[in-house]
């Protein structure tokens, strides 16, 4: 049972059911000093906890990959192509953790002719200090839980300058969201030169319209690699530091 478990096992349990029970009188069921598990609680991270944020990240970009409708099984499979070695009961357990699920009753569409997903290579190749303004932008979405539900916000940034030049909000991931940033970015700038827009490979940015946005403004594509978040690091920063 629990009280033969190692005691920062222990510690781990007095937290999980900290919400249900009193944390003294969990402590004293399972003999450890509440000083003892407190001190805990403020330790650095462990590296399993470590690996599991890195894990997590790579889950939540396959998900959004997907449009926000794989589950964990998919997931796993996504990321045991990518190299990644772990459980789908683990990929499971983080997801819970963090809110992520598949949609209920989704059915992959049917692609039609010539409709296929337009993958641009990575030119960006993780070169994220330009010379000048206007050479490099990178584009990316994140999801945030509201009271009311789930709020997608698509953003466009500017390596040189590393601020926001266009963004958009919906509460559903359509091809939309990227499209009104990227207009918003070059109706501010109105760049007088070819600029490179780095993406990750979500359906939004394989689309035929946002290839056609793209030529028809005189901008090149480029793609992280499929699972690479850290192709795209500076918008998954900009996240980061958004949701703290």
């Known amino acids: 049972g629990v009280l033969r478990k190692a005691v920062r096992l222990r510690y781990a349990f007095i937290r999980d059911n900290s919400c249900c029970w009193p944390v003294r009188?969990?402590?004293?069921?399972?003999?450890?000093?509440?000083?003892?598990?407190?001190?805990?609680?403020q330790q650095p991270h462990s590296q399993r906890h470590q690996a599991d944020l890195r894990l997590t990240g790579q889950i939540?970009?396959?998900?959004?990959?997907?449009?926000?409708?794989?589950?964990?099984?998919?997931?796993?499979?996504d990321l045991r192509d990518s190299g990644q070695q772990c459980g789908v009961n683990r990929v499971w357990r983080l997801m819970k953790r963090v809110g992520i699920k598949a949609q209920v009753g989704y059915r992959s569409p049917r692609a039609r002719k010539g409709e296929a997903s337009i993958v641009s290579p990575n030119r960006l190749q993780r070169q994220f200090n330009?010379?000048?303004?206007?050479?490099?932008?990178?584009?990316?979405?994140?999801?945030?839980?509201?009271h009311e539900g789930w709020l997608y916000l698509a953003v466009v940034v500017d390596?040189?300058?590393?601020?926001?030049?266009?963004?958009?909000?919906?509460?559903?991931?359509?091809k939309d969201i990227v499209l009104n940033a990227l207009l918003m970015a070059v109706w501010r700038r109105n760049p007088e030169k070819q600029?490179?827009?780095?993406?990750?490979?979500g359906s939004q940015y394989t689309s035929h319209e946002w290839q056609s946005f793209l030529k028809s403004h005189g901008l090149e594509g480029s793609m992280s690699r499929r699972g690479n978040c850290h192709d795209n690091a500076v918008a998954e920063s900009f996240f980061q530091l958004l949701k703290r």
């Open 195 to 201: 600029v490179l827009v780095h993406s990750d490979q």
């Open 60 to 77: 939540k970009q396959f998900w959004l990959e997907s449009g926000c409708v794989y589950g964990y099984r998919k997931i796993h499979l």
């Open 25 to 41: 009188l969990l402590c004293r069921v399972l003999d450890v000093h509440p000083s003892g598990f407190y001190a805990w609680l």
């Open 159 to 174: 390596l040189f300058s590393r601020k926001i030049i266009g963004w958009s909000m919906q509460s559903r991931m359509t």
């Open 130 to 146: 330009p010379d000048a303004p206007d050479e490099r932008w990178v584009t990316d979405i994140t999801y945030i839980r509201t």
